[in-house]
């Protein structure tokens, strides 16, 4: 289960200890255990440019994705799935607002990330994001996040 993380900018210096086993944790409760992942921890700035020039919104996000498996896996290769940017920064406040933990709001934000990658996407109407919070609930429960 390939799944590379860096960080950049203001996440630097944060701490993650363990956002690869929960990564993994996530893949391996998609069935996606020999699947690809990158993820990029970054701060506000830097994902505040991605959500301009990606998704034509001027702000600052706490989580995007860019799927890349748009083709099946060649046989004995991973599948690729993408990139998952978050902000540290906005993770951040956001733990804060919810009352709960850095870590769990991590752990939140990389669901969803990865459940984009693989093609769930709640704004495309009201059914479609009661599926995927539902994935979201079911995939938070079994990583104990």
Same mark, same amino acid.
């Given at each position: 289960?390939? #799944? ?11 701490? %993650?200890? $363990? ?9 391996? =409760? ?5 699947? &690809?992942?990158?993820?990029?921890? /970054?701060? @506000? ?10 998704? =034509?919104? @001027? ?9 890349? @498996?748009? /083709? &099946?896996? #060649? &046989? ?6 993408? +990139?998952?940017?978050?902000?540290? &920064? %906005? ?9 709960? /933990?850095? +870590? ?8 969803? =990330? ?6 769930? +996407? ?22 104990? $996040?």
């Amino acid at each position: 289960m390939p #799944v590379q993380i860096s960080k950049r900018g203001t996440a630097r210096g944060r701490k %993650t200890p $363990g956002l690869l086993k929960t990564a993994r944790s996530i893949l391996s =409760g998609l069935s996606l255990k020999d699947a &690809e992942l990158s993820i990029l921890l /970054t701060g @506000d700035r830097e994902i505040h440019g991605l959500n301009l020039t990606y998704r =034509g919104k @001027d702000k600052p996000t706490d989580v995007l994705s860019f799927p890349q @498996d748009d /083709t &099946e896996p #060649v &046989e004995g290769s991973p599948r690729i799935l993408g +990139d998952v940017v978050i902000s540290v &920064e %906005t993770t951040e406040r956001q733990a804060v607002e919810k009352g709960h /933990t850095f +870590d769990r709001e991590l752990t939140i934000l990389l669901i969803h =990330g990865v459940l984009h990658l693989i093609g769930y +996407d709640h704004e495309r109407g009201r059914k479609d994001g009661i599926v995927m919070r539902a994935m979201e609930k079911r995939l938070l429960k079994e990583v104990g $996040g």
